[in-house]
């Protein structure tokens, strides 16, 4: 059974940073995902980042892009997003997600299997 929990969020100033982990249960190399996801108030859930099972490859969301950095601790079963420079814009409930074995680079939510409970994340201007 795969669990994925979030912590991290929290409320920082614009410019400032965050770090989110993503705790993992159950994640095998069959999970060749893990990706990010945020959802703000009356708005559609949208990609942030993913990155492959061995960590070689990571892929972002244009508007993140130089900003957040995602990495995996396979040692300590938790995926990590980076998140600098935050702008007000980037206020969101965050989500880590899982896909199975997926070709290509998932970036709809509807490629992803497995899902946590989400994160507040609160940049204050």
């Known amino acids: 059974q795969v669990q994925l929990v979030e912590s991290g969020g929290g409320l920082v100033q614009a410019g400032g940073s965050l770090r989110l982990s993503c705790a993992t249960s159950?994640?095998?190399?069959?999970?060749?995902?893990t990706g990010w996801f945020r959802q703000a108030p009356g708005k559609e859930r949208e990609f942030v980042g993913t990155i492959t099972w061995s960590g070689g490859t990571t892929y972002y969301a244009g508007s993140v892009k130089g900003r957040f950095t995602i990495s995996r601790d396979h040692a300590k079963n938790t995926v990590y997003l980076q998140m600098n420079n935050l702008k007000p814009e980037d206020s969101a409930v965050y989500y880590c997600?899982?896909?199975?074995?997926?070709?290509?680079?998932?970036?709809?939510?509807?490629?992803?299997?497995?899902w946590g409970q989400g994160t507040q994340v609160i940049v204050s201007s």
């Open positions: 159950g994640l095998t190399s069959s999970s060749s995902h």
């Open positions: 997600a899982a896909t199975k074995m997926f070709v290509g680079i998932p970036t709809s939510r509807r490629q992803y299997d497995y």
